[in-house]
């Protein structure tokens, strides 16, 4: 067995520079260090690639040596910690070299960080993460050192770089971010997003990266400042970010399809032709038709007329005369977030009868939505939906209602058109859900099709109309997400 190798004492700097030696002679001279008992920097923030530039600094190694000696620090449990010189120490692992020239220092903890992110702060080609977590290691320190003031240290922390303290600052608010959402910073979220997504909570940042890895969206600055705004409010919850991430795009979906509808529908119309349009215009936007196998729903959307109430079933025997009123019911899913809502079509000239109703109907659901507020009851809501059917001599379905609505088709609450002001479920801002008041000319009785288990119609067979819309309560109001 061969004498364990020494560690070889080379000329210091400082009497290269003819600087007096001090009496703890080995602390300033560089000396070869086995790579072996080099340990990295605790929480490094730089990342060392086994890049081009790692290829340019292996070959400068093999031609010239080491140029440059790293700096370290004597650790108490033995070997050193590097303060700078991660890379020229890969550098020399990819050469097969077994030892790194190095100075050899003995500085505090906050020193030792600050000298490290001064010696790598100038690099270029840094990446957000790596400056976020450096520049909150610099401030940490500094702080800790004693120096005073926020803005006079983060200007202080920018220095070495030329960055000014504001840019400093908005490094370190990154640095609350999650590693997995800050990684995103480096690529795929702008900075400014990723800035308001790190007032989120640890268990809302983890909510949010799965959102993300779920749907493949990244959130907009506009829907990173709604998130910020929610968790401030406490009211952040997952299905509150699947809606701002995904709602918009499930919305647009389903409105599209709708306005689609609107331009084709008309006399001579079979529903069948309705549900090939709904089918074959979701599939190609990316989304998923919600009705079709729905507890055995055996079309793509619900196409009610006159008397029926809801739930028609679309059928190439029914053709569209002038003089019908129809509603149509569309639902989407898309990459999982579920948009639902629905609009009445008058076919050709109706009668006045079935235009008031369909006109009466809209009243309803607007004046429903003036209700939607935070602290208010589902029941407020109802009371004056209620109250303006009924003045206009109308009933409202009691056994049939609107719903909760996200990751789910029907979610709760249940929600009713009947029940009185004050009573039922609060609104909270976050909560999505539907309102889609079914009213009928006559009264409220109703009945299933016994044949096809579906289809609602009136009892006294009078015409029943409904539009559907999809609204969430917001910090002070509401939102209407799908119409
Ligand atoms: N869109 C309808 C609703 O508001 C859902 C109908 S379920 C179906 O709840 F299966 F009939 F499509
Ligand atoms: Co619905």
Redesign the pocket.
């Known amino acids: 067995m061969r004498r364990p190798k020494k560690d070889i004492q080379l000329t210091s700097y400082d009497e290269l520079l003819g600087l007096e030696e001090t009496p703890e002679k080995s602390m300033n001279q560089v000396v070869e260090i086995d790579l072996a008992k080099l340990y990295p920097f605790k929480n490094h923030p730089f990342h060392v690639n086994d890049d081009e530039i790692m290829a340019e600094t292996v070959e400068s190694i093999k031609t010239y040596g080491v140029l440059t000696p790293a700096l370290v620090r004597p650790r108490p449990e033995g070997g050193y910690e590097m303060i700078s010189g991660h890379r020229r120490k890969r550098g020399c692992e990819l050469c097969g070299k077994t030892t790194l020239p190095a100075l050899v220092r003995n500085y505090t903890d906050d020193e030792a960080v600050i000298i490290m992110v001064d010696s790598n702060i100038q690099r270029e080609n840094l990446l957000p993460s790596e400056k976020a977590h450096a520049y909150k290691m610099k401030y940490d320190a500094m702080k800790h050192q004693g120096s005073k003031g926020e803005k006079y240290t983060a200007d202080m922390v920018g220095e070495a770089a030329g960055d000014s303290g504001r840019t400093v600052q908005r490094y370190i608010r990154l640095a609350a971010l999650s590693d997995a959402l800050l990684e995103y910073v480096d690529n795929k979220i702008p900075m400014i997003v990723g800035e308001k997504l790190s007032y989120l909570k640890p268990e809302e940042q983890e909510w949010l990266l799965e959102v993300i890895i779920n749907s493949s969206i990244f959130p907009t600055k506009q829907q990173a400042e709604q998130l910020k705004e929610c968790s401030a409010n406490g009211k952040l919850n997952q299905s509150y970010i699947y809606a701002v991430l995904l709602k918009k795009e499930s919305s647009k979906i389903n409105v599209a399809v709708l306005d689609a509808v609107g331009e084709m529908i008309g006399p001579g119309v079979t529903t069948q032709e309705i549900d090939d349009l709904v089918h074959s215009m979701t599939v190609r936007m990316g989304g998923i038709q919600?009705?079709?196998n729905?507890?055995?729903?055996p079309?793509s959307?619900?196409t009610s007329i006159n008397e029926v109430v809801?739930?028609g079933i679309p059928t190439p025997d029914r053709v569209l005369q002038e003089g019908d009123i129809i509603n149509v019911?569309?639902?989407t899913i898309y990459r999982g977030y579920f948009s639902?809502?629905?609009r009445m079509y008058c076919i050709g000239e109706v009668s006045e009868e079935k235009r008031k109703l369909v006109q009466v109907t809209r009243e309803c659901v607007d004046l429903g939505l003036t209700m939607v507020k935070p602290w208010n009851f589902l029941g407020d809501m109802a009371q004056v939906i209620n109250d303006h059917a009924r003045k206009n001599g109308y009933s409202i379905v009691v056994e049939?209602g609107?719903?909760g609505?996200g990751l789910e088709?029907?979610e709760e609450p249940f929600v009713s058109y009947v029940t009185k002001a004050g009573t039922e479920m609060l609104m909270v801002p976050g909560m999505v859900f539907?309102i889609?008041p079914m009213v009928n000319a006559g009264t409220s009785e109703i009945y299933i099709d016994e044949k096809d288990g579906?289809t609602v119609y009136t009892q006294d067979g009078r015409p029943s109309a409904q539009w559907?819309v999809t609204v969430a309560v917001t910090n002070d109001g509401y939102e209407v997400l799908t119409w």
Not at 294 to 297: L, S
Request: proline fraction near 4%; hydrophobic fraction near 30%; include cysteine.
């Open positions: 919600a009705p079709l729905y507890e055995g729903f079309k959307v619900c809801c739930h019911d569309v639902s639902d809502s629905s049939i609107g719903h609505v088709f029907h539907t889609e579906w559907e």
